[in-house]
C-alpha cells in the first residue's frame, strides 16, 4: 500500500502528562509511548482526537512533544471557533434588525449581504476542508476504548475501529466486582466489544482471557501486541547518582536493597513480598537489608486494612516506602536494587518488570498471568503464594554473587526482544493487511 495509512488517534488520555500520581498506570505510559511511535511513522498520517481537551493543556501537550503539533489535531465543527464566530455574526445581525425596528431600509445593503452570506461561505469553505480530511481517515484507534471518540466518528462508516485490550480484572476478581457495574466506564468499554471491530491484546494471556470470558468478540480479530520500556530506562553504572538517588528517597546509602513499585491494590501482592522480606532478614540475622516500596502511599486511606497490617509487623523499620518517585530517578534506582521483586496475582502485562529488565536489574517474578510472557526463562519465577520460595528467592539474590550477575546479564538481553518500534510494527502491518 502506497498510500498513507491515516489513523485518528484518541488523545484525550494526554492531560495525564501532568499527574504526578498513580492515575499515571501502565495504561497512561502504554498511550503516550505509541502515540510517541505513530509520529515518527512517515508512512503514517496521523490525526489525534482531542476532545474533552481545553485549549490550554492541549497548548502545553505540544510544548512537552514537540513532534505533535497543531495540524494533528481533530476539532468536531460544531465546537470549532468557525461555528462560534458564525454564530456571534448571526446574533449581531438579529440585534441590528431589532434596533432599526425591522425596517430594513435602514440598513446598508452590502452589510446586510456581508454579515448574512460571508459566514456562510467560510464555514462551508472549512467543512469541506475538515470533511476532506476526515473522509481520508482509514481507521482509528483508541488505546483506552474511550466513548467520546466512538462517538465522533459515528456517521463515518468506512472507518475501521481498533482497541487495545489490557485486561478483564474487574470480571474474574471478586474485590474489582463494583466496577462492573451500569454506567460505569469498565462497563461500557465491555459493553461495546463487538465481532465487526479490531482489537490489539497486550499479551497472549489477555487474549485468551477475553476469547474466554467475552462471547461478543472475534478471535481472528484480536492480535497480540506486547508492550515495551521506554528508553528512558537504561543500566545506570553511576555510583554517585545511585548514592545520591539513595539519599533522596532516605535509603541508607551503603545498604543493599530490593525494589518493588507498584500500587496497594490487593492483586500487587505486597504484604506477601512484605512479610517474607522480613522472614528472610530474621531467618539470616540480617541488618544491611532494607525492602524498597515505590508508588504513592495516598491509597493508604482507600486500603487502612494494609497500614494495619504493615504496622503489627516487626522489624517494619526494614521497610521504607518512598511515595512517588520521578520518573527520571527511576532507572538509578532499579540499577541500584540487587533485586527487583514483582509478585503480582493478575497482570495483563506487568511493565514494571521490563522496565527492570532493562535496566540490568535481576527480577523475582510471578509465575502467573502474562508475567512469564515478560521474563521467559531470564529471572526466578516462582508462585505468589509460595512463602518459603519467596524467603528462598530474596537469600539466592542476596548471597549469590554469581547468579546476581547471571540474572543482570540475562535480564539486558530478554529487554532487547520489545521495544515500542516492533509494538506499532504489529499495528500498523494489521492495519494496513485489513484495509487491502
Not at 520460595?389 to 543482570?408: T, V
Request: proline share 3%.
Amino acid at each position: 500500500m502506497n498510500q498513507k495509512l491515516v489513523i485518528l488517534f484518541d488523545g484525550s488520555f494526554l492531560p495525564y502528562i501532568f499527574n504526578k500520581d498513580t492515575s499515571r498506570s501502565g495504561v497512561f505510559f502504554t498511550v503516550y509511548n505509541i502515540l510517541l511511535e505513530l509520529l515518527k511513522r512517515e508512512d503514517i498520517e496521523l490525526v489525534v482526537y482531542n476532545g474533552g481537551i481545553d485549549d490550554g493543556q492541549m497548548k502545553k501537550i505540544i510544548e512537552i512533544i514537540p513532534a505533535l503539533r497543531e495540524e494533528h489535531l481533530f476539532y468536531k465543527l460544531e465546537n470549532s471557533k468557525i461555528k462560534l464566530y458564525f454564530l456571534n455574526l448571526r446574533l449581531k445581525l438579529k440585534k441590528i434588525k431589532k434596533e432599526c425596528n425591522n425596517n430594513w431600509l435602514l440598513i446598508p445593503k452590502l452589510y446586510i449581504i456581508l454579515i448574512s452570506i460571508i459566514p456562510k461561505i467560510i464555514v462551508k469553505f472549512f467543512k469541506k476542508k475538515l470533511n476532506k480530511r476526515e473522509n481520508k481517515i482509514n481507521v482509528c484507534l483508541s488505546p483506552t476504548g474511550d466513548l467520546a471518540m466512538f462517538e465522533a466518528i459515528k456517521n463515518y462508516k468506512n472507518i475501521q475501529k481498533y482497541t487495545i485490550l489490557y485486561d478483564i480484572i474487574p470480571l474474574i476478581l471478586p474485590e474489582y466486582k463494583k466496577l462492573y457495574k451500569e454506567g460505569t466506564w469498565f462497563y461500557n468499554a465491555i459493553k461495546l466489544l463487538n465481532k465487526k471491530d479490531y482489537y490489539f491484546a497486550i499479551s497472549d494471556y489477555t487474549k485468551r482471557d477475553f476469547i474466554k470470558h467475552i462471547s461478543n468478540i472475534e478471535e481472528g480479530n484480536i492480535t497480540t501486541t506486547l508492550l515495551a520500556a521506554s528508553d528512558d530506562f537504561y543500566p545506570n553504572k553511576d555510583g554517585n547518582k545511585i548514592r545520591e538517588i539513595k539519599n533522596k528517597y532516605n535509603i541508607p546509602w551503603e545498604s543493599k536493597y530490593f525494589f518493588s513499585l507498584c500500587s496497594l491494590e490487593p492483586r500487587k501482592n505486597l504484604l506477601f513480598i512484605i512479610r517474607n522480606f522480613i522472614k528472610f532478614t530474621q531467618n539470616n540475622k540480617l541488618n544491611d537489608v532494607y525492602l524498597i516500596l515505590g508508588g504513592s502511599s495516598k491509597l493508604f486511606s482507600v486500603f487502612p486494612k494494609f497500614k494495619e497490617e504493615i504496622d503489627a509487623l516487626e522489624n517494619k523499620n526494614k521497610i521504607i516506602f518512598t511515595g512517588y518517585i520521578e520518573d527520571e530517578d527511576l532507572s538509578a534506582l532499579y540499577s541500584g536494587a540487587r533485586g527487583f521483586v514483582f509478585m503480582s496475582t493478575y497482570e495483563g502485562f506487568g511493565l514494571p518488570l521490563l522496565e527492570a529488565m532493562q535496566c540490568g536489574t535481576p527480577c523475582i517474578a510471578s509465575n502467573v498471568t502474562s508475567m512469564p510472557e515478560v521474563v521467559e526463562d531470564n529471572a526466578i519465577s516462582i508462585s505468589p503464594l509460595d512463602d518459603d520460595a519467596m524467603i528462598k528467592s530474596f537469600e539466592d539474590l542476596y548471597s549469590n554473587d554469581e547468579l546476581h550477575k547471571e540474572l543482570s546479564q540475562k535480564s539486558l538481553l530478554q529487554s532487547k526482544k520489545f521495544s515500542w518500534k516492533k509494538t506499532v510494527d504489529i499495528m500498523t502491518k494489521e492495519m494496513k493487511k485489513n484495509i487491502k
